[in-house]
Nanobody, 122 residues
Framework: QVQLVESGGGSVQAGGSLRLSCAAS????????MGWFRQAPGTGREWVSS????????AYADSVKGRFTVSRDNAKNTLYLQMNSLKPEDTGMYYC???????????????WGQGTQVTVSS
């Protein structure tokens, strides 16, 4: 069955860095757009970034542009999110997701992971 498993979350002080990973299995990973979303307590799910099948095209929410970098390794079926200069407002549960076509709309992503918690303290 399809599995997306995130890891790498944790607690960090403002200005610090974390690298999230998402290990995919059970589907043809290289054929899917991959995305990162996040959700803070009491808020809706927010799109963070998308990356195309080859990794050559990426997109970011304005709130993370210049601080976060998405990448993928199709040989390892793994997605990454390098997060630098973290801010308290980056706190939330981070999810990876897979979509058949280029999108940033959460309803168009077919597969989702369970999430990894990121907490940034001031």
């Amino acid at each position: 069955q399809v599995q997306l498993v995130e890891s790498g979350g944790g607690s960090v002080q403002a200005g610090g860095s974390l690298r999230l990973s998402c290990a995919a299995s059970g589907y043809t990973y290289k054929n899917y757009i991959m995305g990162w979303f996040r959700q803070a307590p009491g808020t809706g799910r927010e799109w963070v970034s998308s990356i195309n099948t080859s990794g050559a095209i990426t997109a970011y929410a304005d709130s993370v542009k210049g601080r976060f970098t998405v990448s993928r390794d199709n040989a390892k079926n793994t997605l990454y999110l390098q997060m630098n200069s973290l801010k308290p407002e980056d706190t939330g549960m981070y999810y990876c997701a897979a979509a058949p076509r280029w999108t940033s709309v959460d309803s168009l992503f077919n597969y989702w992971g369970q999430g990894t918690q990121v907490t940034v303290s001031s």
